[in-house]
């Protein structure tokens, strides 16, 4: 009825109703509430009529406008890791990771559901978490490595079994309290304190970490007399290609991703460094 009554006095154009809803009005809850808020047809210019509305109506449309908000907040949410984030170093800000689902269909739930899960599962069982999703892409980096890139003829399980043990047992537990680590170590906001665990992060943290990853592998595989020339070989030419790849992203994970979801990012992008990663620690060592 507010919106009929505006529409006749010119205040605003009526929305067409959407396609796929035809009884809706269309309006995106970010553009109503700005409107609501004097940043829309409120602040446009003023009407004598409109001054004369009751606050009753404006409180309805206003809650109704934030519970539309309220639905859309898991979606956005599910795209505030690679969109700018909360906390951590700037970002929105005052977002928490506990959003619903946006309505509609089952399937506009499906992402939505999958970060509100996920991001319980990172408040209940941080570590744990972190660590089962480490151990999937070192298998699946793994797999990709014997299967694509090396063509084998037949997966060596055994390989995997140890590579997915250390992504489990190394690589996720590390992860999580190094980044915890760093983020209280350096309290800068913004750009600067991103570059300054940038610093740490590649130049001290990941040298440190490789090392120690292709021993314990080699190690495990039954090679220890392997460790020495195997670092010798390999551990150069792997720190390397460690800054290739992750320098230019983990500027932009330090910068806009909650530290919450920078292992689950960081570990998405590691799916292309544990083919790299299992390629140089499976290769053979070449005994000078």
């Not at 003023?46 to 908000?69: C, H, I, K, T, W």
């Not at 992402?111 to 996920?118: A, E, G, H, R």
């Not at 750009?191 to 021993?215: K, M, Y």
């Amino acid at each position: 009825m507010l919106l009929k009554t505006l529409s006749t006095l010119g205040a605003i154009t009526p929305p067409k109703p959407s396609p796929l809803h035809p009884n809706s009005t269309g309006i995106s809850p970010s553009f109503a509430r700005n409107s609501i808020s004097g940043i829309g047809f409120l602040g446009h210019h003023r009407n004598p009529l409109l001054d004369a509305a009751s606050p009753v109506a404006f409180g309805a449309v206003s809650r109704r406008v934030l519970e539309l908000e309220d639905k859309c907040r898991g979606f956005w949410i599910a795209n505030a890791a690679f969109d700018g984030g909360s906390g951590g170093d700037g970002g929105l800000g005052g977002w928490d990771a506990n959003g619903g689902s946006s309505g509609g269909d089952g399937s506009s739930d499906d992402v939505p559901s999958i970060f509100q899960w996920y991001s319980s599962a990172l408040d209940k069982h941080p570590v744990l978490t972190k660590s089962i999703t480490s151990a999937l892409l070192t298998l699946i980096g793994d797999l990709i490595c014997q299967l694509l890139i090396e063509q084998a003829s037949k997966l060596d399980l055994k390989r995997t079994l140890l590579f997915t043990l250390l992504g489990f047992g190394l690589v996720g537990p590390t992860l999580h309290f190094w980044y915890l680590s760093l983020s209280n170590l350096v309290t800068l906001n913004g750009g600067s304190g991103a570059f300054l665990r940038l610093l740490l992060d590649q130049f001290i943290f990941s040298p440190i970490f490789i090392g120690v990853f292709l021993s314990l592998l080699v190690t495990l595989e039954g090679r220890p007399s392997q460790v020495v020339p195997k670092l010798k070989q390999e551990w150069v030419s792997s720190v390397v290609a460690n800054w290739q790849l992750w320098i230019p992203f983990q500027f932009l994970n330090f910068r806009f991703v909650p530290q919450q979801f920078q292992v689950l990012v960081a570990n998405f992008v590691a799916l292309a460094w544990n083919v790299i990663l299992s390629f140089k620690a499976h290769r053979e060592v070449v005994l000078k």
